[in-house]
């Protein structure tokens, strides 16, 4: 869970914000923490702190002056307005640090789908929609996959809230993650409206096609009632550390 605690003006005092959604979460053989490998290429350590820190500094300032601005809160649509950017602000920096760590070190993988899963539909979903989450993990998921992995199921969640459970009051929603001795498959499954026909590559779809196809994978998506799938499939790279 993500936890940003907002600076307050001078004389008022911080209140404690963070970001909870229901969720089961099962794990055998996982993964530990990130690797400093999985980190993006560009940025050396030390850059990457000073970008983490800079970046928790700003959010920090952006919700201090939402919760204490006095017009925000004179009425009662303001107090709403207040409350729903306070809510997208700590859901994004959830989404950010699943993805890339933003505002504090990347967890394990179990942590980080089931972050990143919460997140978006807490995000992406209606406030009236009751989506079941369950998160599963087996094996040893290569270091040089780890965030190719999250990235990945980011796009994927992120079609399975907007369309497949478009307008649905109830949904369930299981994401596996299963490493083998040569390759490591994700399966983002629903019970959604699904699609009829041949499948119209969107951004996100395509996206994860792109991800995927820059280590030798693939992603199939396939119906089968009253689910919808999506598998991914990541050979291991050569000299990938063996399955615990």
Same mark, same amino acid.
């Given at each position: 869970?993500?936890?940003?605690?907002?600076?307050?003006?001078?004389?008022?005092?911080?209140?404690?914000?963070?970001?909870?959604?229901?969720?089961?979460?099962?794990?055998?053989?996982?993964?530990?923490?990130?690797?400093?490998?999985?980190?993006?290429?560009?940025?050396?350590?030390?850059?990457?702190?000073?970008?983490?820190?800079?970046?928790?500094?700003?959010?920090?300032?952006?919700?201090?002056?939402?919760?204490?601005?006095?017009? $925000?809160?004179?009425?009662? *649509? +303001?107090?709403?307005?207040?409350?729903?950017?306070?809510?997208?602000?700590? #859901? @994004?920096? =959830?989404?950010?640090?699943?993805?890339?760590?933003?505002?504090?070190?990347?967890?394990?993988?179990?942590?980080?789908?089931?972050?990143?899963?919460?997140?978006?539909?807490?995000?992406?979903?209606?406030?009236?929609?009751?989506?079941?989450?369950?998160?599963?993990?087996?094996?040893?998921?290569?270091?040089?996959?780890?965030?190719?992995?999250?990235?990945?199921?980011?796009?994927?969640?992120?079609?399975?809230?907007?369309?497949?459970?478009?307008?649905?009051?109830?949904?369930?929603?299981?994401?596996?993650?299963?490493?083998?001795?040569?390759?490591?498959? $994700?399966?983002?499954?629903? *019970? +959604?409206?699904?699609?009829?026909?041949?499948?119209?590559?969107?951004?996100? #779809? @395509?996206? =994860?096609?792109?991800?995927?196809?820059?280590?030798?994978?693939?992603?199939?998506?396939?119906?089968?009632?009253?689910?919808?799938?999506?598998?991914?499939?990541?050979?291991?790279?050569?000299?990938?550390?063996?399955?615990?």
């Amino acid at each position: 869970m993500t936890e940003l605690h907002p600076i307050a003006p001078r004389g008022m005092p911080p209140r404690h914000m963070g970001v909870r959604a229901g969720a089961a979460v099962t794990a055998a053989g996982t993964d530990r923490a990130e690797d400093p490998s999985d980190r993006r290429e560009p940025l050396d350590e030390t850059a990457f702190r000073q970008l983490r820190h800079q970046t928790k500094n700003a959010l920090q300032r952006v919700l201090g002056l939402v919760l204490h601005n006095p017009a $925000l809160h004179a009425t009662l *649509d +303001g107090q709403r307005l207040a409350r729903e950017l306070e809510r997208r602000i700590c #859901l @994004s920096a =959830a989404v950010s640090d699943a993805l890339f760590g933003l505002t504090r070190r990347p967890a394990t993988m179990a942590e980080r789908l089931r972050q990143l899963g919460e997140s978006v539909i807490a995000l992406l979903g209606d406030m009236e929609q009751m989506l079941h989450l369950d998160v599963a993990t087996q094996g040893h998921c290569p270091p040089p996959l780890r965030g190719t992995v999250v990235r990945i199921a980011h796009e994927l969640l992120g079609n399975t809230v907007k369309h497949g459970m478009h307008m649905r009051l109830l949904g369930h929603i299981e994401v596996r993650l299963a490493s083998e001795a040569s390759r490591t498959v $994700l399966t983002v499954r629903d *019970d +959604g409206w699904g699609f009829v026909g041949t499948v119209q590559d969107g951004e996100g #779809l @395509s996206l =994860a096609r792109q991800l995927a196809a820059a280590h030798g994978g693939n992603v199939r998506l396939r119906r089968a009632e009253p689910f919808t799938e999506a598998e991914v499939i990541l050979p291991h790279p050569r000299g990938s550390e063996p399955v615990e």
